[in-house]
């Protein structure tokens, strides 16, 4: 059960993903399915056609045809359900990937009725495969349709405006799957970029494939310092970005930021880890800002509920529902960051008028998986009667963790929804109050763990 997480389903090939699993998988998720057709792609990822024969036999034992897109990014293969392909539009898709993970790992993200398939489904669907017979081999109905020529099509027309731009444009792949539509929207945009690792391969001989990873931004830093005016990286499937400046790593939360400088007072979803600057900006130019439960999957449900134009995650996910479809995309988040040099826009000058805080990255704490939301509970029950010499707390926001509201800043512990570990982040104005933030909630989290 240990493969069927949050927001996906993931673990090591052959070990964890294997024929057995897989099949089964495939299987279970076709009975959760009402439409025919099931739109599947898959990342670089050496055993990622493998799965992908495997899945296929379960959806179709299940009762469903396939439509092959090959290899594709996984925003290509959101891209699908909102597509028809030979009048056929697919009730759900699967994409084959194990995004940033080492390249042993792989893994499936769902969608059904163009919604995340996640959380109690993805539970509910393991139970249901734990427990069930192999189901037999039938004739294989797989169709091929070629999304990544529909998808670089589209953004080309979307963005014609920036056709010819003469801003120096450099990117790194990772060896991931971006590279496959990237080169083409350059060249058809005649854009002045240049690519590195931009050939697909699974086994990531230059770097892992995880932007949020400053050891991983060290090869795309030197090409923007040497000939670039701005650099992008992109993860192993391409649904998150790294977009930085001579000057800046830019955030997620600070991307927001800036993507809503053409728009119309936007709403705006943004997870519990995002600076506290991003809300209050917003606030103050009439935008409504909402903070959410971290996860692309609970993002993107909280962003259909609330009808929200835009959404972000600080690791780089970037959602539009502005002139797009809502789920995250860090292709189309490239062109649109694009459009704000085009237009004018200063992205460093804007950056330095924001209010300067001291922000950590995320910090990890080892845990167990039996333990990780124990302690969680336990912070809260102790912070109803905060220890002595605790930062006197404004309030607490409990939607995803605990969020510590203090007079200058916050504090977030919240347990990971994918790995054993407990994330914290903290944030203020002043350099020492971050520290000691930092120090009063690690104190907190041994407390809770003694109390267990």
Known sequence: MSIYREYDIRGIYEQELNEQSVVRIG??????????????????????????????????????????????????????????????????????????????????KITVDKAPFFSEDIYALGRECETMAFPAKVAREVTKINAVERYIDFLVEEFQHLKGMDTRIVYDCG?????????????????????????????????????????????????????GDIAFAYDGDADRIAVLTHKNNIKGDMMALLYTMNMDKPTVVGEVKCSQVMYDELAKRGCKAIMYKTGHSNIKVKMKEVKADLACEVSGHIFFKNRYFGYDDAIYATLRMLELIYEGIDLDAELAKLPQVFSTEEIKVETTEREKFKIIDKIKELLQTPP??????????EVDGVRINFENGWGLVRASNTTPVLVT????????????????????????????
């Open 175 to 227: 060896n991931g799957v971006a590279g496959i539509v990237t080169e083409d929207i350059f060249h058809n945009l005649q854009l002045n970029a240049k690519g590195l690792y931009v050939d697909p391969d699974g086994t990531f001989p230059n770097h892992h494939p995880d932007p949020s990873d400053e050891h991983n931004l060290e090869d795309i830093k030197k090409l923007l310092e040497a000939e």
């Open 27 to 108: 299987y279970v998720l076709a009975s959760k399915i009402e439409g025919e057709y099931v739109a599947v792609g898959y990342d670089a990822r050496s055993h990622s056609p493998i799965l992908f024969e495997y899945l296929v036999h379960g959806l179709n034992a299940g009762g469903k045809k396939v439509l092959d897109m090959g290899l594709v990014p996984t925003p290509v293969n959101y891209f699908a359900n909102y597509q028809e392909w030979d009048a056929i539009t697919p009730s759900a898709s699967v994409m084959i990937t194990g995004s940033h993970n080492p390249s042993e790992y792989n893994g499936f």
């Open 425 to 452: 982040r903290f944030e203020s104005s002043s350099l020492e109050n971050a520290k000691l933030y930092e120090r009063k909630i690690n104190d907190l989290i041994l407390q809770a763990k003694e109390l267990l």
């Open 388 to 397: 002595a010499g605790f930062p006197l707390i404004k309030d607490i926001i």
